[in-house]
């Protein structure tokens, strides 16, 4: 399956689905739909007969079940069809290394873009791998689109193969997850699973049954406009408070200074005028008190950046994204430990891990459908370092067609 799984990536990641924040729409970018159509015709043609997108811009479709038990719960695998937007997705160029045998990768279309052995360590374990990246001037994509080719090869090579008994099978194929909008708009009656798979995390053999909670906040800052020639005294500038409350903003709590389980808070969009300006920004943590905490620290230092601006008025509002999903995926334990022992039957062993942010399956846990996370196999994903193995995304594929086989037997 290696061939075919690696074909489908590659036909997947040279179509532009970046999606876009800014945007009201659903899907945010009508470009998503070109992949979903493709998507479509594929299901179609290896025998799905119910496979469609719906207006909204999500892929639904069924592999029947083949099994003469009654009780085998309705299994969903999910993966998303956009692209983050944070490097550009447009004309991906792959690149296959056949047969890598160790070393830095340079990426053609960029001499200062590598990928370098010391940087990359799973790399020292893909000796003998097809690695595949982009051209070092686009992502690759393989965040979400090596999951979209895992779950379509492995429903292809369950239809192909029907001595594999299973039960009901529902694929749902989501956009716009990378800007937090994955399931907004998902019929999950319509759906009809019990649990499911999302397939969209990194290392190869990793099962993570827990994200971060999430939310949004947007600060929105009303200034004191005057001609800058009479503003002494007068003038309060938007832009200037704007810029020291960012600057007050804790460095011990960034991104780029946490790991592990700590949380953080971070700035991603300032923009404004001297009389108005916005500061756009997520807070993450493992724990919901987490979040109110940090959340109380920030709009604190707005209240104290605007004490001397006495003549300036600002708004705090704060937006619930997503929840952790384990508070679900604990009342259910044998969703995660039946991927665990199909994970162990692909020949691999079992890596459970906690996502430093969030998956499709973060909404869906609080939706009613619980939704651990599976490798898809990418690495240095939203970065034109990405890169993938196509042995990983075999892998992945021998996953799903194991956890399917699992939940019939066990029925």
């Known amino acids: 399956m290696t061939d075919t799984v690696t074909d489908r990536f590659l036909r997947y990641v040279v179509i532009d689905t970046q999606s876009d924040a800014s945007s009201p729409t659903q899907p945010s970018t009508s470009k998503q739909l070109t ?11 290896i025998g799905l007969s119910d496979a469609h997108l719906d207006e909204h811009g999500y892929v639904y479709a069924t592999v029947p079940s083949n099994t003469g038990k009654n009780n085998v719960p309705v299994v969903c695998f999910c993966a998303h069809m956009d692209t983050a937007p944070d490097f550009s997705g447009t004309d991906v160029k792959p690149q296959v290394i056949r047969n890598y045998q160790g070393g830095d990768i340079a990426l053609p279309g960029h001499a200062g873009r590598v990928i370098r052995e010391s940087e990359h360590r799973e790399l020292k374990n893909q000796i003998g791998h097809d690695i595949i990246t982009s051209d070092g001037t686009t992502l690759l994509g393989a965040d979400d689109k090596a999951g979209l080719a895992e779950i379509v090869t492995a429903a292809k ?6 001595d594999i008994k299973h039960g009901a099978i529902r694929l749902l194929f989501t956009p716009d997850e990378e800007i937090a909008r994955g399931v907004e708009k998902v019929d999950i009656q319509k759906l009809g699973a019990d ?14 049954d827990e994200t971060f909670s999430a939310d949004g906040v947007e600060i929105a800052i009303t200034g004191v406009a005057i001609h800058p020639g009479f503003a002494y005294g007068r003038m309060e ?44 920004l997520i807070i993450r943590d493992f724990a ?28 705090f509002t704060v937006i619930e994204q997503y929840r952790n999903m384990k508070l679900v995926l604990d009342r259910h334990p044998e969703i995660v430990e039946n991927a665990i022992d199909a994970i162990k039957r692909a020949g691999l ?18 939706m009613g459908l619980p939704c651990p996370n599976i490798f898809a196999g990418g690495h240095a994903f939203h970065s034109p370092l990405e890169w ?19 939940w019939e037997e066990r029925a």
């Open 157 to 162: 090579y369950l239809i192909d193969n029907p």
């Open 288 to 315: 919901d008190e987490g979040l109110k905490t940090k959340e109380t620290l920030l709009e604190d230092i707005v209240k104290d950046v605007m004490h001397d601006y006495p003549g300036s008025t600002y708004t």
């Open 237 to 280: 500038n938007a832009i200037r408070i704007a810029g020291a409350i960012v600057d007050r903003l804790p460095k011990h709590m960034a991104p780029e200074t946490t790991k592990g389980r700590d949380g953080f808070i971070h700035p991603t969009d300032l923009s404004g005028s001297m009389e108005k300006a916005k500061i756009s």
């Open 35 to 45: 992949l979903g159509r493709v998507l479509v015709a594929e299901l179609l043609e």
């Open 195 to 208: 649990f499911g798979y999302t397939l969209d995390g990194e290392t190869v053999g990793t099962i993570e």
């Open 388 to 406: 993938v193995s196509s042995q990983d995304m075999e892998k992945a594929v021998d996953t799903i067609v194991e956890l399917a086989k699992l």
């Open 349 to 366: 062993t079992p890596k459970r891990g906690s996502i430093r942010g969030g998956t499709d399956g973060s909404r869906l846990s609080f």
